[in-house]
């Protein structure tokens, strides 16, 4: 019988070698991971509702869009960027040390380019919360127009 993996200790260990990210990324990506399942797997049968259904890297993407503009609002880029991330690619490899270290799963077709040009952030995650017409607000430095 093959030992369940404790993801706290399991964590500690990608953290040890993998320094980029925030721990909180990896709980984050984990819970947007249910989110994703959860949207993508609404037709699936009764039956199949009772495991974890593979969801795409760009599904993922979805879910983790909407998990975080409902836990974080118009601080969402602040958030991410204070865990390292700071892009969709950031979100690949955070899953994929997750998948490295047995923690999630994958398929044949799965890689990290599947979260190549998801989408840019500003637009994401920023631009919701911006006012529209003329009384927009400039992008500060460095964002995109």
Same mark, same amino acid.
């Given at each position: !019988? /093959?030992?369940?993996?404790? @993801?706290? #200790?399991?964590?500690?260990?990608? =953290? +040890?070698?993998?320094? $980029?990210?925030?721990?909180?990324?990896y709980? @984050? &990506?984990?819970?947007?991971?249910? &989110? %994703? /399942?959860k949207?993508?797997?609404?037709?699936?049968?009764?039956? %199949?509702?009772?495991? *974890? !259904?593979? &969801?795409?890297? /760009?599904?993922? =993407? #979805?879910?983790? $869009? +909407?998990?975080?503009?409902?836990?974080?609002?118009? =601080?969402?880029? !602040?958030?991410?960027?204070?865990?390292?991330?700071?892009?969709?690619?950031?979100?690949?490899?955070?899953?994929?040390? !997750? &998948?490295?270290?047995? =923690?999630?799963?994958?398929?044949?077709?799965?890689?990290?380019?599947?979260?190549?040009?998801?989408? #840019?952030?500003?637009t +994401? @995650?920023?631009? *919701?919360?911006? *006012?529209?017409?003329?009384?927009?607000?400039?992008?500060? +430095?460095?964002?995109?127009?």
């Amino acid at each position: !019988m /093959q030992k369940s993996l404790n @993801f706290e #200790e399991v964590l500690e260990t990608i =953290l +040890a070698k993998d320094t $980029r990210y925030h721990r909180d990324a990896y709980f @984050f &990506v984990r819970d947007a991971l249910d &989110v %994703a /399942q959860k949207k993508f797997t609404q037709t699936a049968s009764r039956a %199949a509702k009772d495991k *974890p !259904m593979h &969801v795409s890297g /760009q599904q993922l =993407l #979805e879910g983790i $869009r +909407a998990h975080a503009l409902e836990q974080f609002g118009p =601080l969402t880029m !602040m958030v991410l960027d204070e865990w390292g991330v700071r892009r969709c690619e950031d979100f690949g490899e955070i899953v994929f040390n !997750m &998948v490295e270290s047995s =923690l999630l799963g994958k398929t044949d077709n799965d890689s990290r380019e599947d979260f190549k040009g998801g989408y #840019e952030f500003y637009t +994401a @995650f920023r631009k *919701p919360y911006l *006012p529209t017409g003329r009384t927009a607000l400039k992008p500060l +430095a460095g964002e995109p127009g």
